[in-house]
Nanobody, 117 residues
Framework: QLVESGGGLVQAGGSLRLSCAASGSGFSIGTMAWYRQAPGNQRDLVARITSGSITTLADPVKGRFTISRDNAKNTVYLQMNSLKPEDTAVYYC?????????????WGQGTRVTVSS
């Protein structure tokens, strides 16, 4: 299970930090990612980080967002700076979860980010 936190309401130009922790035991986590979905839009990749901390950022957030992870805590973070109204969306955590040799791709429940102008 992925548990997200850190969403909320912020003014344009502000910052938020999202967290996503994989709970439970007996598994390992591979690549983790953040996606977002605005009303009426598809769910788009925001940022991805491999188990070796190689990162990918979507063009709209480059230079403003940073993704990082703590492997000991099975947690991924998304630091969002210089937020814009167009960043308003529900943000979803995603991860490749390995247990007993089987990989599953799992999603969090989402956390809402609202950026006011």
């Amino acid at each position: 299970q992925l548990v997200e936190s850190g969403g909320g309401l912020v003014q344009a130009g502000g910052s938020l930090r999202l967290s996503c922790a994989a709970s439970g035991s007996g598994f390992s986590i591979g690549t983790m990612a953040w996606y977002r979905q605005a009303p009426g839009n598809q769910r788009d990749l925001v940022a991805r980080i491999t188990s070796g901390s190689i990162t990918t950022l979507a063009d709209p957030v480059k230079g403003r967002f940073t993704i990082s992870r703590d492997n000991a805590k099975n947690t991924v973070y998304l630091q969002m700076n210089s937020l814009k109204p167009e960043d308003t969306a529900v943000y979803y955590c995603n991860a490749d979860r390995w247990a007993s040799g089987i990989q599953r791709n799992v999603w969090g429940q989402g956390t809402r980010v609202t950026v006011s102008s």
